[in-house]
Protein backbone atom coordinates (compact mmCIF):
# COMPACT_ATOMS: atom_id res chain seq x y z
CA UNK A 1 0.00 0.00 0.00
CA UNK A 2 1.40 3.66 -1.16
CA UNK A 3 0.55 6.76 -0.12
CA UNK A 4 1.58 10.11 -1.50
CA UNK A 5 1.02 13.44 0.39
CA UNK A 6 0.96 16.37 -1.88
CA UNK A 7 1.44 19.64 -0.13
CA UNK A 8 0.19 21.78 -1.87
CA UNK A 9 -3.46 24.08 -1.93
CA UNK A 10 -5.15 27.18 -3.45
CA UNK A 11 -6.26 28.35 0.21
CA UNK A 12 -6.22 27.35 3.90
CA UNK A 13 -9.63 25.55 4.58
CA UNK A 14 -10.64 27.01 8.17
CA UNK A 15 -10.93 23.63 9.81
CA UNK A 16 -8.00 21.61 8.00
CA UNK A 17 -4.56 20.53 9.99
CA UNK A 18 -2.60 18.57 7.47
CA UNK A 19 0.45 19.75 6.62
CA UNK A 20 0.16 22.31 3.12
CA UNK A 21 1.27 25.11 1.41
CA UNK A 22 -0.64 27.85 -0.51
CA UNK A 23 2.92 28.70 -2.35
CA UNK A 24 3.05 26.54 -5.25
CA UNK A 25 6.64 27.65 -5.81
CA UNK A 26 8.46 24.50 -5.47
CA UNK A 27 6.12 22.16 -6.74
CA UNK A 28 8.90 21.14 -9.52
CA UNK A 29 11.38 20.48 -7.05
CA UNK A 30 8.58 18.66 -3.99
CA UNK A 31 7.92 15.80 -6.95
CA UNK A 32 10.99 15.46 -7.62
CA UNK A 33 12.26 14.57 -3.93
CA UNK A 34 9.30 13.10 -3.86
CA UNK A 35 10.34 10.55 -6.64
CA UNK A 36 13.63 10.10 -5.06
CA UNK A 37 12.41 9.06 -1.77
CA UNK A 38 10.59 6.68 -3.43
CA UNK A 39 13.41 4.94 -4.91
CA UNK A 40 15.25 5.10 -1.88
CA UNK A 41 12.69 3.57 0.26
CA UNK A 42 11.37 1.48 -2.51
CA UNK A 43 12.30 -1.56 -0.17
CA UNK A 44 10.08 -0.73 2.89
CA UNK A 45 7.28 -3.02 2.25
CA UNK A 46 8.11 -6.57 2.10
CA UNK A 47 5.42 -7.32 -0.63
CA UNK A 48 6.37 -4.46 -3.81
CA UNK A 49 3.12 -5.57 -5.27
CA UNK A 50 0.41 -2.70 -4.82
CA UNK A 51 -3.17 -3.57 -4.34
CA UNK A 52 -3.65 0.36 -3.42
CA UNK A 53 -1.98 3.42 -3.83
CA UNK A 54 -3.65 6.85 -2.69
CA UNK A 55 -2.95 10.77 -3.62
CA UNK A 56 -4.13 12.55 -0.29
CA UNK A 57 -3.04 16.16 0.41
CA UNK A 58 -2.99 18.70 0.10
CA UNK A 59 -5.00 19.77 -2.83
CA UNK A 60 -3.57 16.68 -5.49
CA UNK A 61 -5.92 17.77 -8.36
CA UNK A 62 -3.93 21.01 -8.54
CA UNK A 63 -0.22 18.93 -9.50
CA UNK A 64 0.54 19.83 -13.55
CA UNK A 65 0.00 16.81 -15.77
CA UNK A 66 3.22 16.52 -16.85
CA UNK A 67 4.63 16.28 -13.13
CA UNK A 68 1.86 13.92 -12.35
CA UNK A 69 2.56 11.90 -15.07
CA UNK A 70 6.53 11.61 -13.65
CA UNK A 71 5.51 10.50 -10.55
CA UNK A 72 3.14 7.06 -12.13
CA UNK A 73 6.51 6.63 -14.21
CA UNK A 74 8.33 6.71 -10.85
CA UNK A 75 5.65 4.36 -9.32
CA UNK A 76 5.42 2.07 -11.99
CA UNK A 77 9.54 1.91 -12.39
CA UNK A 78 10.03 0.90 -8.45
CA UNK A 79 6.79 -1.62 -7.63
CA UNK A 80 4.73 -3.66 -9.22
CA UNK A 81 0.85 -2.31 -9.52
CA UNK A 82 -2.06 -5.14 -9.56
CA UNK A 83 -4.01 -5.01 -12.11
CA UNK A 84 -6.96 -4.55 -10.00
CA UNK A 85 -5.32 -1.88 -7.68
CA UNK A 86 -7.78 0.85 -6.42
CA UNK A 87 -5.92 3.66 -7.25
CA UNK A 88 -7.56 6.65 -5.35
CA UNK A 89 -7.17 10.58 -6.23
CA UNK A 90 -8.30 13.52 -4.17
CA UNK A 91 -9.77 16.03 -5.99
CA UNK A 92 -11.24 18.98 -5.46
CA UNK A 93 -14.69 20.71 -7.50
CA UNK A 94 -13.49 23.68 -8.95
CA UNK A 95 -10.14 21.23 -10.44
CA UNK A 96 -12.33 18.86 -12.26
CA UNK A 97 -12.89 19.02 -16.04
CA UNK A 98 -13.86 16.75 -19.05
CA UNK A 99 -10.13 16.98 -20.36
CA UNK A 100 -8.58 16.49 -16.65
CA UNK A 101 -10.57 13.51 -15.88
CA UNK A 102 -9.47 11.89 -19.00
CA UNK A 103 -6.05 12.43 -18.20
CA UNK A 104 -6.15 11.15 -14.80
CA UNK A 105 -7.74 8.10 -16.08
CA UNK A 106 -5.04 7.30 -19.00
CA UNK A 107 -2.59 7.57 -16.26
CA UNK A 108 -4.69 4.18 -13.82
CA UNK A 109 -6.45 6.41 -11.39
CA UNK A 110 -10.21 4.77 -11.31
CA UNK A 111 -11.32 6.42 -8.14
CA UNK A 112 -11.61 9.70 -7.03
CA UNK A 113 -12.12 11.20 -3.51
CA UNK A 114 -14.12 14.66 -3.90
CA UNK A 115 -14.23 16.91 -1.07
CA UNK A 116 -17.38 18.46 -1.57
CA UNK A 117 -18.06 18.73 2.18
CA UNK A 118 -21.41 20.57 1.60
CA UNK A 119 -24.51 21.48 -0.55
CA UNK A 120 -24.85 24.71 0.95
CA UNK A 121 -23.17 28.08 -0.02
CA UNK A 122 -23.10 29.52 3.83
CA UNK A 123 -21.49 26.17 5.02
CA UNK A 124 -19.17 26.67 2.74
CA UNK A 125 -17.63 29.91 3.08
CA UNK A 126 -18.25 29.29 7.26
CA UNK A 127 -14.96 26.42 6.24
CA UNK A 128 -13.21 28.79 3.89
CA UNK A 129 -13.85 25.99 1.00
CA UNK A 130 -12.87 27.93 -2.56
CA UNK A 131 -15.37 25.86 -4.51
CA UNK A 132 -19.17 26.84 -4.74
CA UNK A 133 -22.43 24.82 -5.13
CA UNK A 134 -22.98 24.58 -9.29
CA UNK A 135 -19.14 23.70 -9.49
CA UNK A 136 -19.71 20.52 -7.27
CA UNK A 137 -22.81 20.09 -9.18
CA UNK A 138 -20.85 20.59 -12.43
CA UNK A 139 -17.33 18.62 -11.21
CA UNK A 140 -19.75 15.15 -10.44
CA UNK A 141 -22.44 15.39 -13.52
CA UNK A 142 -18.75 15.35 -15.20
CA UNK A 143 -17.49 12.33 -13.43
CA UNK A 144 -21.00 10.61 -13.39
CA UNK A 145 -20.79 11.03 -17.46
CA UNK A 146 -17.59 9.78 -17.73
CA UNK A 147 -18.73 6.92 -16.04
CA UNK A 148 -14.97 4.97 -15.80
CA UNK A 149 -14.45 6.05 -11.77
CA UNK A 150 -15.62 5.26 -9.01
CA UNK A 151 -15.91 7.93 -6.36
CA UNK A 152 -16.44 8.91 -2.71
CA UNK A 153 -17.74 12.16 -1.90
CA UNK A 154 -16.68 13.97 1.29
CA UNK A 155 -19.25 15.34 3.61
CA UNK A 156 -18.58 17.65 7.28
CA UNK A 157 -21.28 17.81 9.70
CA UNK A 158 -21.44 19.89 12.84
CA UNK A 159 -20.49 22.89 11.77
CA UNK A 160 -21.82 26.19 13.04
CA UNK A 161 -23.80 27.24 10.18
CA UNK A 162 -25.03 23.30 9.42
CA UNK A 163 -28.24 23.09 11.01
CA UNK A 164 -29.75 19.52 11.08
CA UNK A 165 -32.31 20.43 8.05
CA UNK A 166 -29.49 21.44 5.77
CA UNK A 167 -27.53 18.22 6.76
CA UNK A 168 -30.43 15.90 6.02
CA UNK A 169 -30.29 17.69 2.69
CA UNK A 170 -26.53 17.50 2.11
CA UNK A 171 -27.03 13.70 2.87
CA UNK A 172 -30.18 13.09 0.50
CA UNK A 173 -28.77 15.12 -2.32
CA UNK A 174 -25.52 12.83 -1.67
CA UNK A 175 -27.66 9.46 -1.88
CA UNK A 176 -29.32 10.64 -5.43
CA UNK A 177 -26.24 10.55 -6.63
CA UNK A 178 -25.53 7.03 -5.66
CA UNK A 179 -21.63 7.44 -5.37
CA UNK A 180 -20.00 3.85 -4.36
CA UNK A 181 -18.30 5.78 -1.04
CA UNK A 182 -19.56 8.09 1.23
CA UNK A 183 -17.32 9.97 4.28
CA UNK A 184 -19.05 11.30 6.74
CA UNK A 185 -16.81 13.97 9.09
CA UNK A 186 -17.36 15.50 12.27
CA UNK A 187 -15.98 19.12 12.13
CA UNK A 188 -13.07 18.97 15.19
CA UNK A 189 -11.49 21.87 16.24
CA UNK A 190 -7.57 20.90 15.88
CA UNK A 191 -4.99 22.84 17.31
CA UNK A 192 -3.14 25.51 15.31
CA UNK A 193 -5.67 25.79 12.80
CA UNK A 194 -7.63 29.46 11.71
CA UNK A 195 -10.61 28.01 12.91
CA UNK A 196 -9.19 27.32 16.45
CA UNK A 197 -8.35 30.66 16.46
CA UNK A 198 -11.78 32.60 15.42
CA UNK A 199 -13.16 29.73 18.16
CA UNK A 200 -10.49 31.16 20.65
CA UNK A 201 -11.96 34.86 19.66
CA UNK A 202 -15.30 34.40 19.50
CA UNK A 203 -15.65 35.09 16.10
CA UNK A 204 -17.02 31.29 15.25
CA UNK A 205 -18.64 29.15 18.05
CA UNK A 206 -17.95 25.34 18.47
CA UNK A 207 -21.16 23.48 18.26
CA UNK A 208 -22.32 21.46 21.09
CA UNK A 209 -21.79 17.66 21.42
CA UNK A 210 -25.54 17.03 21.25
CA UNK A 211 -25.38 18.74 18.11
CA UNK A 212 -22.71 16.19 16.70
CA UNK A 213 -24.37 13.00 18.10
CA UNK A 214 -27.72 13.92 16.42
CA UNK A 215 -26.29 14.89 12.80
CA UNK A 216 -24.11 11.62 13.51
CA UNK A 217 -26.86 9.82 13.97
CA UNK A 218 -29.09 11.14 10.89
CA UNK A 219 -26.75 10.37 8.00
CA UNK A 220 -26.55 6.38 9.87
CA UNK A 221 -30.33 6.29 9.49
CA UNK A 222 -30.83 7.93 5.76
CA UNK A 223 -27.67 6.14 4.31
CA UNK A 224 -28.14 2.67 5.96
CA UNK A 225 -31.54 2.49 4.86
CA UNK A 226 -30.23 3.57 1.64
CA UNK A 227 -28.50 0.40 1.40
CA UNK A 228 -25.61 2.09 2.33
CA UNK A 229 -22.99 -0.17 4.62
CA UNK A 230 -21.71 1.75 7.41
CA UNK A 231 -18.54 -0.17 7.84
CA UNK A 232 -16.42 2.15 9.87
CA UNK A 233 -17.14 5.22 12.17
CA UNK A 234 -17.01 7.84 9.18
CA UNK A 235 -16.96 5.78 6.08
CA UNK A 236 -20.34 4.21 4.27
CA UNK A 237 -20.08 2.35 1.31
CA UNK A 238 -22.62 0.66 -1.56
CA UNK A 239 -21.91 -3.27 -0.79
CA UNK A 240 -18.27 -4.50 -1.97
CA UNK A 241 -17.31 -1.01 -2.88
CA UNK A 242 -15.18 -0.69 0.91
CA UNK A 243 -12.33 1.35 0.45
CA UNK A 244 -8.87 -0.75 -0.18
CA UNK A 245 -6.75 1.68 1.34
CA UNK A 246 -8.83 3.05 4.20
CA UNK A 247 -9.72 -0.40 4.97
CA UNK A 248 -5.90 -1.64 4.97
CA UNK A 249 -5.48 1.07 7.91
CA UNK A 250 -7.89 -0.47 9.66
CA UNK A 251 -6.77 -3.80 9.18
CA UNK A 252 -3.08 -2.93 10.44
CA UNK A 253 -1.61 -3.48 6.26
CA UNK A 254 1.97 -2.38 6.15
CA UNK A 255 1.77 0.75 4.25
CA UNK A 256 5.00 3.35 2.62
CA UNK A 257 4.21 6.98 2.91
CA UNK A 258 5.79 9.53 0.46
CA UNK A 259 6.28 13.24 0.73
CA UNK A 260 6.00 15.84 3.92
CA UNK A 261 4.56 14.83 6.93
CA UNK A 262 3.91 11.19 5.11
CA UNK A 263 3.63 8.53 7.95
CA UNK A 264 4.68 4.65 6.90
CA UNK A 265 4.19 1.73 8.93
CA UNK A 266 5.47 -2.03 8.93
CA UNK A 267 3.54 -3.29 11.89
CA UNK A 268 6.69 -3.29 13.84
CA UNK A 269 7.56 0.62 13.62
CA UNK A 270 6.20 3.69 12.34
CA UNK A 271 8.34 6.66 10.83
CA UNK A 272 6.75 10.17 9.80
CA UNK A 273 8.26 12.86 7.27
CA UNK A 274 8.89 16.28 8.34
CA UNK A 275 6.30 18.34 8.14
CA UNK A 276 7.60 21.39 6.04
CA UNK A 277 8.63 21.46 2.64
CA UNK A 278 11.76 23.33 2.33
CA UNK A 279 13.41 20.18 5.25
CA UNK A 280 11.95 17.77 3.32
CA UNK A 281 13.81 18.90 -0.08
CA UNK A 282 16.49 19.72 1.09
CA UNK A 283 17.10 15.93 2.95
CA UNK A 284 16.32 14.24 0.35
CA UNK A 285 18.29 16.16 -2.03
CA UNK A 286 21.48 16.00 0.07
CA UNK A 287 20.29 11.99 0.15
CA UNK A 288 19.61 12.13 4.10
CA UNK A 289 16.92 10.65 6.13
CA UNK A 290 13.19 13.17 6.05
CA UNK A 291 11.98 10.81 8.70
CA UNK A 292 11.57 10.22 12.17
CA UNK A 293 10.50 7.13 13.10
CA UNK A 294 10.12 4.79 16.18
CA UNK A 295 9.80 1.69 17.78
CA UNK A 296 6.65 0.00 18.72
CA UNK A 297 6.46 -2.03 21.64
CA UNK A 298 3.91 -4.94 21.99
CA UNK A 299 1.77 -2.63 24.21
CA UNK A 300 1.48 -0.10 21.70
CA UNK A 301 0.47 -2.19 19.23
CA UNK A 302 -2.44 -3.87 21.39
CA UNK A 303 -3.61 -0.43 22.24
CA UNK A 304 -3.39 0.32 18.46
CA UNK A 305 -5.31 -3.11 17.32
CA UNK A 306 -7.78 -2.34 19.93
CA UNK A 307 -8.58 1.33 18.69
CA UNK A 308 -8.41 0.45 14.85
CA UNK A 309 -10.46 -2.65 15.07
CA UNK A 310 -13.12 -1.36 17.44
CA UNK A 311 -13.62 1.69 14.59
CA UNK A 312 -14.57 -1.07 12.14
CA UNK A 313 -18.09 -2.98 11.44
CA UNK A 314 -15.85 -5.98 12.00
CA UNK A 315 -14.97 -5.31 15.33
CA UNK A 316 -12.23 -7.66 17.02
CA UNK A 317 -11.74 -11.39 16.27
CA UNK A 318 -11.09 -13.20 19.77
CA UNK A 319 -8.58 -15.62 17.90
CA UNK A 320 -6.66 -12.69 16.45
CA UNK A 321 -6.78 -11.36 19.73
CA UNK A 322 -4.93 -14.69 21.32
CA UNK A 323 -2.99 -15.20 18.45
CA UNK A 324 -0.93 -12.11 17.77
CA UNK A 325 -0.38 -11.02 21.34
CA UNK A 326 1.15 -12.42 24.66
CA UNK A 327 -1.51 -13.63 26.79
CA UNK A 328 -1.63 -10.84 29.75
CA UNK A 329 -2.61 -8.43 26.72
CA UNK A 330 -5.66 -10.97 26.16
CA UNK A 331 -6.38 -11.62 29.47
CA UNK A 332 -6.45 -8.30 30.38
CA UNK A 333 -8.85 -7.24 27.49
CA UNK A 334 -11.11 -10.38 28.40
CA UNK A 335 -11.56 -8.65 31.80
CA UNK A 336 -12.36 -5.17 31.13
CA UNK A 337 -14.37 -5.29 28.50
CA UNK A 338 -17.16 -7.47 30.59
CA UNK A 339 -17.73 -3.92 32.17
CA UNK A 340 -18.13 -2.27 28.76
CA UNK A 341 -20.52 -5.10 27.86
CA UNK A 342 -22.36 -4.11 31.12
CA UNK A 343 -22.80 -0.36 30.04
CA UNK A 344 -24.13 -1.74 26.67
CA UNK A 345 -21.10 0.17 24.51
CA UNK A 346 -19.83 -3.59 23.31
CA UNK A 347 -21.65 -6.12 21.92
CA UNK A 348 -20.37 -9.91 21.67
CA UNK A 349 -20.86 -13.02 19.59
CA UNK A 350 -19.00 -15.87 19.28
CA UNK A 351 -16.08 -14.69 17.80
CA UNK A 352 -15.82 -11.34 17.69
CA UNK A 353 -16.43 -7.80 20.02
CA UNK A 354 -17.90 -4.95 18.11
CA UNK A 355 -18.99 -1.37 19.18
CA UNK A 356 -23.34 -1.19 19.96
CA UNK A 357 -24.85 1.04 18.17
CA UNK A 358 -25.03 3.74 20.83
CA UNK A 359 -21.26 4.14 21.42
CA UNK A 360 -20.23 4.55 17.52
CA UNK A 361 -20.01 7.91 18.48
CA UNK A 362 -17.86 7.42 21.70
CA UNK A 363 -15.77 5.16 19.79
CA UNK A 364 -11.99 6.32 21.01
CA UNK A 365 -13.32 6.72 24.36
CA UNK A 366 -14.76 3.01 24.48
CA UNK A 367 -11.40 2.04 23.16
CA UNK A 368 -9.52 3.64 25.35
CA UNK A 369 -10.82 1.86 28.52
CA UNK A 370 -9.81 -1.17 27.05
CA UNK A 371 -5.91 0.25 26.81
CA UNK A 372 -3.61 -1.79 28.29
Same mark, same amino acid.
Given at each position: MLY???PFCRQACHYCNFHFSTSMKYEKEMIQAMIKEMEYRRDYLE???LRSVYFGGGTPSILEDNLLGNIFEAIHRHFEVEDEAEITFEANPEDISQEKIEFWHSLGINRLSIGIQSFDQADLNWMNRIHNIQQSETALNLVDDFGKMEYSMDLIFGSETTTDEIWI????? #?IRRKPAHISCYALTIEENTPLQHYVNKGQKKESPQEKIRTQFYQARMLLTEAGYDHYEISNYSLPGKNAVHNSSYWKSKSYLGIGPAAHSYNKKSRS? @??ANNATYIKSIEE @?? #?AEVSEQLSEQDQYNEFVMTRLRTKWGINKEELITNFERRFSDHFFQEVKTSIKAGFITENESTFALSEKSLIIADTVSSDLFY
Open positions: LHIDKKENVKR #TW @NF @NK #T
